[in-house]
Nanobody, 122 residues
Framework: VQLQASGGGLAQTGTTLRLSCVVS????????VSWFRQAPGKERELVAA????????FYADSVRLRFTISRDNAKNTHYLRMNALKPEDTAVYYC????????????????WGQGTQVTVSS
């Protein structure tokens, strides 16, 4: 299983970035997808998750109404659109997938990407 994240970079406060994660080696449509992040000196946190059928969605309180997770099963890709970026969004962002949506919420996620750095300047 391989996950390749991209789309990170340097952004100014208030602007938008979209992260992408291309997944291979699994039946992508059967898997829940997610994004985590880890800021310097902090623990990794779940940012957003989306169930295989898109009927369940989770967002961390800190990003709700600003970030949107989505997926394109035809492209084996999921996305994180990040609007109204803030300096506190600065972190390494990781994409991850698991067969169980609930598993992601409970901290058990099977497959991880390598991470992409997002830096938001004030």
């Amino acid at each position: 299983v391989q996950l390749q994240a991209s789309g990170g970079g340097l952004a100014q406060t208030g602007t938008t970035l979209r992260l992408s994660c291309v997944v291979s080696g699994i039946s992508f449509s059967d898997y829940a997808v997610s994004w985590f992040r880890q800021a310097p000196g902090k623990e990794r946190e779940l940012v957003a998750a989306l169930s295989p059928t898109t009927d369940k969605t989770f967002y961390a309180d800190s990003v709700r109404l600003r970030f949107t997770i989505s997926r394109d099963n035809a492209k084996n890709t999921h996305y994180l659109r990040m609007n109204a970026l803030k300096p506190e969004d600065t972190a390494v962002y990781y994409c991850a997938v698991d067969r169980r949506y609930e598993g992601i919420l409970l901290g058990s996620t099977a497959h991880w990407g390598q991470g992409t750095q997002v830096t938001v300047s004030s």
